[in-house]
């Protein structure tokens, strides 16, 4: 059994370097004081520290992105230092990174008691990252091996595309992390349906953490919604309607975390012993409809 926290995370202007890191210090020690041992902020989290940025530099869009590439290197020694001390899985949200070959990509870090574990970066674009902010897609998945089990991370609308999370499943992720920015109820429903479907496909557990709050002064993070949850399978033993876990509400007024117990062995028996086999049946069945396409 593992203990995983998700974060409704709400978007709060931070002006100045000490008071983020005391934010993220005491939200992140208020989990671990919990039990939480798998730590999860949403999509674009690390955009916070735009507020920390002159105002009209943090009112543009572009200026915004370009301004908090300075702060990367002490934020990256932050989430270090917060995931050592407490002895815990962080994986603290999204942020923009630009790449050596002058692009920026969506990029989630995560970080153990053992230090920086490294990134994936988000695959397919929403419309608003290409067309507005020009983000590059990034290249290939990642499993990261744990001592707390295999996770993979899908960045909010990578959990609405099914090959992805089932290429994380066939390398042998028993979890996803999902973090998502969301500034619909819409848009929020579209990645919880999916991360739930991928549950559902492959037999393995999504978390998911959202953005939530209005921020006017950021053109990136202005109106957030969504809840953070944990999806299952439905099966024995399991939720039936597949959601172990959800917050009560769509969107509070601060940050809040979603505590729940993962029974991972519980997860995985279901791909022998369930009433189904999602798991297994899906390629078998893709190829023998591929065929009788041809």
């Known amino acids: 059994m593992i203990r995983l926290a998700a974060c409704q995370y709400h978007i709060d202007l931070l002006e100045d370097w000490q008071a983020y890191a005391e934010h993220l210090d005491g939200l992140c020690r208020d989990a671990a004081e919990r039990g939480a041992q798998i730590l999860l902020l949403p999509e674009y989290a690390g955009l916070v520290?735009?507020?920390?940025?002159?105002?009209?530099?943090?009112?543009?869009l572009h200026a915004s992105i370009a301004g908090i590439q300075p702060l990367l290197p002490a934020w990256l020694e932050l989430c270090e230092d917060l995931a050592r001390r407490l002895g815990v899985y962080l994986q603290p949200g999204s942020l923009p990174v630009l790449g050596a070959d002058g692009h920026y990509r969506n990029r989630a870090w995560l970080f153990g008691p053992e230090g920086n574990l490294g990134f994936q970066d988000?695959?397919?674009?929403?419309?608003?990252?290409?067309?507005?902010?020009?983000?590059?897609?990034?290249?290939?998945?990642?499993?990261?091996?744990?001592?707390?089990?295999?996770?993979?991370?899908?960045?909010?609308?990578?959990?609405?595309?099914?090959?992805?999370?089932?290429?994380?499943?066939?390398?042998?992720?028993?979890l996803i992390l999902a973090p998502s920015c969301t500034?619909?109820?819409?848009?929020?429903?579209?990645?919880?349906?999916?991360?739930?479907?991928?549950?559902?496909?492959?037999?393995i557990a999504v978390l998911q953490a959202p953005t939530v709050g209005l921020a006017p002064w950021s053109p990136a993070l202005d109106e957030n919604i969504g809840r953070a949850a944990l999806y299952l399978p439905s099966d024995y033993g399991l939720p039936p309607a597949g959601v172990l876990a959800e917050s009560a509400e769509l969107c509070p007024s601060s940050s809040q975390w979603l505590i729940c117990d993962l029974d991972l062995d519980g997860v995985r028996r279901v791909r022998e012993q369930g009433q189904v086999f999602t798991r297994r049946d899906w390629p078998e069945q893709f190829e023998a409809q591929r065929i009788r396409l041809l």
Request: aromatic content about 6%; hydrophobic content about 40%.
């Open 49 to 60: 520290l735009s507020g920390q940025l002159p105002d009209a530099q943090r009112g543009d």
């Open 122 to 174: 988000k695959l397919i674009m929403t419309r608003f990252e290409r067309e507005q902010w020009q983000i590059e897609a990034g290249a290939g998945l990642r499993v990261f091996d744990t001592a707390l089990g295999k996770l993979g991370i899908l960045i909010c609308y990578d959990n609405e595309f099914p090959m992805l999370a089932r290429q994380l499943a066939e390398a042998g992720a028993d």
């Open 183 to 203: 500034d619909t109820e819409a848009g929020f429903h579209r990645v919880r349906i999916g991360a739930q479907a991928r549950a559902l496909e492959n037999q």
